[in-house]
């Protein structure tokens, strides 16, 4: 009698997502940014005799504030976390960027908690921190 062979079925791969060492990484990059904005913001600033408060006031919320849901929406994410090979996207498609008014909103809420909103990144299989529950984002590898 002859044996044949079963090709075994093919599985797919689970998607990989970044724990919370990667989305650390990423955070300590951006706080690096963001201080050679501030940085290069004042030397700018000192090249020239009079500026605004508006002005002044307008690039300190622009680097604090818009800077990681500017780059989220446009590009899926900061120099952070394309430095560390992550992404932000929508949860229910990952292949589009999580809108402005979104990406605010998790920007917000993850800058009230802090690392607190890293709690939840073990307890779920998309690693979904707090900010992504409020949302409906998720971090992947790009």
Same mark, same amino acid.
């Given at each position: 009698m002859e044996e044949t062979v079963v090709d075994p079925v093919p599985v797919v791969d689970p998607i990989n997502y970044p724990g919370v060492s990667e989305r650390v990484k990423a955070?300590?990059?951006?706080?690096?940014?963001?201080?050679?904005?501030?940085?290069?913001?004042?030397?700018?600033f000192a090249q020239f005799d009079d500026v605004s408060a508006q002005v002044r006031t307008g690039t300190f919320i622009f680097i604090?504030? =818009?800077?990681?849901? &500017?780059?989220? $929406?446009l590009f899926g994410g900061t120099?952070? !976390?394309r430095?560390?090979?992550?992404r932000v996207s929508r949860k229910s498609d990952h292949g589009?960027?999580?809108?402005?008014?979104?990406?605010?909103?998790?920007y917000v809420v993850k800058a009230m908690l802090?690392? =607190?909103?890293?709690? &939840?990144?073990? $307890?779920?299989?998309?690693?979904?921190?707090? !900010?992504d529950m409020a949302v409906g984002s998720v971090v992947l590898y790009r």
């Open positions: 955070t300590v990059m951006d706080s690096m940014v963001i201080v050679f904005m501030m940085i290069g913001a004042t030397y700018l604090f504030g =818009l800077y990681d849901p &500017t780059m989220t $929406s120099l952070g !976390h430095s560390m090979g992550i589009k960027n999580v809108a402005f008014p979104l990406a605010l909103i998790r802090g690392w =607190l909103s890293l709690l &939840t990144v073990g $307890s779920s299989k998309a690693r979904l921190a707090i !900010h």
